[in-house]
């Protein structure tokens, strides 16, 4: 799984022109690693080779060739994932607007199936053909309600 995953990452690199460097390889390995996302701080720590100054851009080209996602949060902290098409993983996440954690939440596959065929409906009907969906919940973790 993780050959394989260096080698799917290397070879979306190299769409863009892009080589899998030691540090982005590195940076890869961190997130695949982990258990959440990840705010570029805490891939630091894990990745003590890796210059802070070369660790954003190289996350912005990991972003850019879709091997990595940059997820949104209320705070100014981006945490990073690698992406499903990677990991083949679907997933959610929850995010809390008071402390800015993520955590990622996996929903049973029948609501899954159930909630594409809603979701497929309602885009259907504006001519969008859906490939997939992205969607996170808001609130307040339970350390913060
Ligand atoms: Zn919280
Ligand atoms: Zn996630
Ligand atoms: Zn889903």
Do not use: W
Request: glycine share 4%.
């Amino acid at each position: 799984m993780t050959a394989e995953l260096h080698v799917l990452a290397a070879a979306r690199l190299r769409r863009e022109d892009q080589r899998y460097t030691s540090n982005r390889r590195a940076l890869v390995d961190a997130l695949q690693a982990a258990d959440g996302p990840l705010t570029i701080p805490e891939l630091l720590e894990r990745c003590p080779g890796v210059p802070q100054s070369s660790a954003y851009r190289n996350l912005a080209l990991l972003e850019q060739a879709r091997v990595v996602h940059r997820i949104v949060t209320t705070d100014e902290f981006a945490r990073f994932e690698l992406t499903e098409e990677l990991t083949e993983d679907h997933h959610h996440h929850l995010i809390c607007s008071r402390c800015g954690s993520v955590t990622d939440f996996s929903v049973p596959p029948s609501l899954e199936r159930r909630l594409e065929k809603a979701l497929d409906e309602v885009a259907g009907a504006t001519g969008f053909a859906a490939e997939h969906h992205r969607f996170d919940l808001v609130g307040r973790c339970a350390d913060c309600a």
